[in-house]
């Protein structure tokens, strides 16, 4: 690396980052205004974290009247005090949409410092640069970096590497004009490249990610693309276009930057050739969190339906995407454009199925070889039968046709399904025989040379199409293997996607969410470019940008207050208030977005029982276990136990208010695992216990839940009376009571019915 450190010294003097000066929270002032330029620009990030970024500045307009955030964007260099941005704000957003901003702004800095190495321009501010090719040159085989090309490797001019805007395939030309001609060491070349630009996207991405509040201890951030590695509509107008097809200029041109999966084929020459359908092997965050993917679609062709496919437990999810909005969704219909499966019926049905029949069908080859081979049985067999009869027959020579006639050749030609049809061989012999029965003997020969000479033709003809329709075939189950054939169900309700296994897709937030568990799960990702038509070799440039992270279940809420043993031992009265005067914010917002729209109520009770610490978060222990009291010999060793942290933090209970689609309020609690003396007899609860099989510390911690959610009844009740109309006030009511009364709480794997459990 020393000659490369040489090389680059006139280049890398600083390890700041991007221009000139930082800001207090670890960005600089042009990546801090960029950040803001492109949440504006996209309407996904402006209607999810948009509320983060407070400008002040002076408002410059285009002349169709549209905001113009490439000035604004350098009246903020200039002046950073008019931007604040608001990280508490940003931290409770969707994680994707988080790390799509910090995605975007990554690539954008590699961009800029690219451009600023090519034009000769504040060289020293290029750490980006810095850290991508020693990831390259790291992962390079040494034999490649010799003399001339690792110097061509370097130069900004020539170096297929340095080049942002670029196709696969002219990166690949520019590889062999700089001296790599040998197509493995392109292929090494190009995928050392591809983890080099992967790290250090990731790398930079997610230290963006935590400093705009972002949090995530499980973090993936995947480039890649799919294609024939062309300059297709695709690429051409990757990233040019935002949602509404307009032209974008705040979005970084990267086409260069995304990874495609490369095979060698061929025989002694081989071929680069870059992967149709690419996969990408990740696993869920287990720990019981969940694990949040995000899709950011960049290449997009608006003629053909971009496909994403999600595989686990051989199971498959299914994201289609919109040639308007570039949004994934479950929904196929939702957009127009080739899909992927309309390539695969019409391979199916217009060339396979054809194939296949003209082989196995009715008339096909399968059945008139078949049958050949049964007619030459039967004239062997009647052959044999004359030879015993005449044994004393005079041998002669005699002669007859190799080949099937003209007329039966012609016939052939009219089968309908591509495949022969029966024929009967024909015999002329060049001498005439002594006798009738001389002459019958004759023919069957004649007939047995003919039959042969229409099988070795039928097994010769079969040869090609079934070589095709192997092929097809092979194609064919590979097309359906990527795709999959155990589609998982799902319901839709207000862009809220409901598989049948938990999992949910956001189409507002591109947001993929696999429910909690406690062990992972692996996870196949594939990104599928729709080929030009079912047979064709061509197809189209599609990039994605795929995050992943975990989270702790209702991580985004608006609002989130825990408890900590706030309960007597053995109580599950709760007389505390639960705003404050700080949490003015949190009922307006409830009461305004009702105002707005009558919003339906969710509410979701959970009764853990005895908890455990994960680390992380106090989780349900599954086993239950109970202790008959508080470690200790005194009662105020006892006492001191009881007191412990350990025991202490266990005793808690949460509760959560988000408003989206609807006002949803979920209310858990947990006990320490001491055994309760909770009276049941008293609370008639004895009948619910023994048919559930349920402990105390389960129905304690049920009774807990219930309390906080008639508590919180009341407070908002009190609240809507102060926000709303009387009319509207007692909507508000009627309408968290009714919830409430629907409601069922759930312990472990059992639901019992609120009304089933008075306090």
């Not at 020539?158 to 395939?169: A, R």
């Not at 004359?386 to 003209?406: A, G, H």
């Not at 080929?531 to 609002?559: C, N, R, W």
């Not at 609860?685 to 906080?708: F, G, P, T, V, W």
Request: glycine content about 6%.
């Amino acid at each position: 690396m020393l000659k490369f450190r040489l090389y680059f010294a006139v280049f890398i003097i600083s390890s700041f980052w991007i221009c000139y000066s930082q800001n207090e929270d670890g960005l600089s002032i042009e990546t801090r205004a960029y950040l803001f330029h492109i949440v504006k620009k996209s309407p996904i990030l402006e209607r999810n974290i948009g509320k983060a970024f407070d400008y002040t500045g002076p408002i410059i307009k285009l002349p169709d009247g549209k905001l113009n955030y490439d000035s604004i964007e350098l009246i903020i260099v200039n002046e950073p005090s008019l931007l604040i941005i608001r990280n508490n704000l940003i931290a409770t957003s969707p994680k994707g949409l988080i790390a799509e901003a910090s995605n975007k702004t990554a690539i954008w800095e590699l961009c800029k410092q690219i451009q600023l190495v090519l034009d000769k321009k504040n060289k020293e501010n290029t750490p980006l640069i810095d850290a991508y090719l020693s990831h390259f040159f790291d992962s390079i085989p040494k034999n490649i970096i010799r003399g001339k090309i690792y110097d061509e490797l370097l130069n900004p001019s020539t170096s297929p590497i340095l080049q942002t805007s670029l196709s696969l395939n002219d990166r690949i030309i520019i590889l062999d004009l700089i001296g790599i001609k040998d197509k493995l060491e392109q292929k090494q070349v190009l995928d050392a490249q591809n983890y080099a630009i992967n790290k250090t996207i990731k790398d930079r991405s997610f230290y963006i990610y935590n400093l705009l509040g972002g949090q995530a201890t499980d973090f993936e951030n995947i480039l890649f693309a799919s294609g024939d590695g062309s300059y297709t509509t695709g690429l051409l107008e990757e990233r040019d276009k935002d949602e509404y097809g307009e032209w974008n200029k705040g979005l970084p041109k990267a086409i260069g930057l995304f990874p495609y999966d490369i095979d060698l084929v061929g025989g002694k020459k081989k071929e680069l050739e870059a992967k149709r359908i690419c996969s990408r092997i990740l696993t869920t965050v287990g720990n019981n969190k969940l694990t949040q993917l995000h899709f950011d679609v960049w290449g997009y062709n608006t003629s053909k339906q971009t496909t994403v496919v999600i595989e686990r437990n051989n199971q498959q999810y299914h994201l289609f995407g919109s040639e308007k909005t570039r949004f994934l969704s479950p929904d196929s219909t939702f957009s127009k454009g080739i899909t992927f499966q309309r390539v695969i019926n019409d391979l199916d049905n217009f060339t396979f199925k054809s194939l296949k029949n003209s082989i196995e069908g009715k008339g096909g080859y399968d059945e008139q070889i078949k049958n050949t081979q049964k007619y030459i049985a039967e004239t062997l067999r009647m052959i044999s039968e004359q030879e015993s009869k005449y044994s004393n027959l005079e041998s002669f020579d005699y002669v007859t046709k190799k080949k099937p006639s003209r007329s039966n050749r012609k016939l052939r030609k009219k089968n309908n399904n591509g495949g022969p049809i029966s024929i009967q061989p024909t015999t002329k012999s060049r001498r005439t025989a002594k006798t009738k029965k001389q002459t019958e003997l004759i023919d069957l020969y004649g007939q047995y040379d003919e039959l042969k000479a229409l099988e070795e033709e039928l097994i010769g003809d079969r040869i090609p199409v079934l070589e095709e329709y192997t092929l097809k075939k092979k194609v064919l189950d590979s097309y359906r293997k990527k795709m999959g054939e155990n589609w998982i169900s799902y319901t839709e309700k207000d862009g809220l996607y409901t598989y049948s296994d938990g999992a949910t897709f956001d189409i507002y937030t591109q947001e993929f969410s696999i429910p909690p568990a406690k062990e992972k799960e692996e996870l196949i990702i594939r990104l599928i470019a729709i080929p030009e038509d079912f047979e064709g070799e061509s197809s189209d440039e599609v990039m994605l940008h795929i995050s992943k992270t975990d989270a702790q279940p209702y991580y985004d809420s608006d609002f989130q207050l825990k408890f900590e043993d706030r309960f007597d031992s053995d109580k599950y009265n709760f007389s505390q208030t639960i705003f404050t005067p700080s949490d003015t914010s949190i009922l307006k917002l409830i009461f305004q977005e009702f105002n707005k729209k009558v919003f339906p109520c969710q509410i979701q009770l959970q009764a853990n029982g005895v908890g455990i610490w994960n680390g992380e978060a106090i989780i349900r222990d599954e086993k239950q276990t109970e202790l008959n009291g508080y470690p200790g010999v005194t009662a105020e060793e006892k006492m001191k136990s009881r007191q412990s942290m350990e025991f202490k933090q266990l005793r808690s209970s949460n509760l959560f208010i988000k408003i989206d689609r609807a006002l949803t309020i979920k209310v858990n609690s947990f006990t320490d695992p001491v055994i309760s003396s909770i009276n049941l007899e008293e609370l008639k609860l004895n009948d619910i216990e023994e048919q559930y099989k349920l402990s105390k510390n389960e129905l304690l911690s049920a009774l807990r839940c219930i309390a906080l959610i008639y508590k919180l009844k009341e407070e908002l009740a009190i609240q809507a009376t102060k926000y709303l109309t009387q009319t509207d006030s007692k909507k508000f009511i009627d309408k968290l009571d009714g919830a409430i009364q629907k409601s069922k709480i759930q312990i472990g794997n059992v639901y019992i019915r609120l009304k089933d459990i008075q306090l």
